[in-house]
């Protein structure tokens, strides 16, 4: 019978943490047998079946899809290829409760990212913040002021995916070159940065 994403969805387990918050719905007209109706010509005497080989690419944004947007959760058709895209990480290391990998969705700032790897460890040092971020072949350093944010002196920073957050300690030195280290995921297991 008829099913529409929502339902989907909920039979597939869920949306886990890993979600960037969009979902794709790929719906090609050769798979789908109720939007591909064949049209039939006659050209000396040979019977020519035509199909339409269309495509389209829905994009639905998952917030909506909560707020129980009709627009946001269509009907899926027989052959819809649905992809929930999956997160980049970025990474919060350093002088946090909580060094990890977190997930990448839009708008993560500085300071969303350091509450989210459990705020601040007792040796941090707010004035010693750098973001490592590597553009096409280059890599770029920026220093985050921290103390800045919090008084509306510096903007906080919006964070791109494979950012590296490193977060000063107290009595430690500036770091000039992007870390090569291990931090531990949620999981427990070894992750290593991607440089």
Do not use: H, W
């Not at 939007?35 to 035509?50: K, Q, V």
């Not at 690419?57 to 895209?85: F, H, M, R, Y």
């Not at 946090?96 to 990212?113: D, H, L």
């Not at 995916?161 to 297991?189: C, H, M, W, Y």
């Amino acid at each position: 019978g008829p099913v529409r994403l929502n339902e989907l969805l909920i039979l597939a387990g869920g949306i886990d943490e890993k979600a960037s918050g969009e979902i794709q719905i790929l719906r090609t007209n050769l798979l789908n047998c109720e939007a591909n109706e064949p049209r039939t010509e006659e050209s000396s005497n040979i019977l020519i079946t035509r199909k339409n080989i269309n495509s389209e690419l829905l994009k639905i944004n998952i917030s909506e899809l909560i707020k129980g947007g009709s627009t946001a959760n269509p009907l899926i058709l027989n052959g819809d290829i649905i992809t929930v895209s999956e997160a980049e990480p970025i990474y919060v290391i350093g002088g946090v409760a909580n060094p990890r990998k977190i997930n990448a969705r839009s708008q993560m700032t500085v300071s969303r990212a350091i509450a989210s790897a459990g705020g601040f460890a007792k040796n941090a040092d707010l004035k010693n913040i750098v973001i490592f971020r590597r553009s096409k072949n280059e890599n770029i350093r920026i220093e985050v002021d921290y103390e800045k944010i919090k008084a509306n002196e510096s903007a906080d920073i919006i964070l791109q995916k494979f950012d590296i957050l490193e977060i000063g300690q107290n009595g430690g030195e500036k770091r000039k070159f992007s870390p090569v280290v291990k931090i531990l995921e949620t999981q427990a297991k070894p992750l290593e940065l991607p440089l």
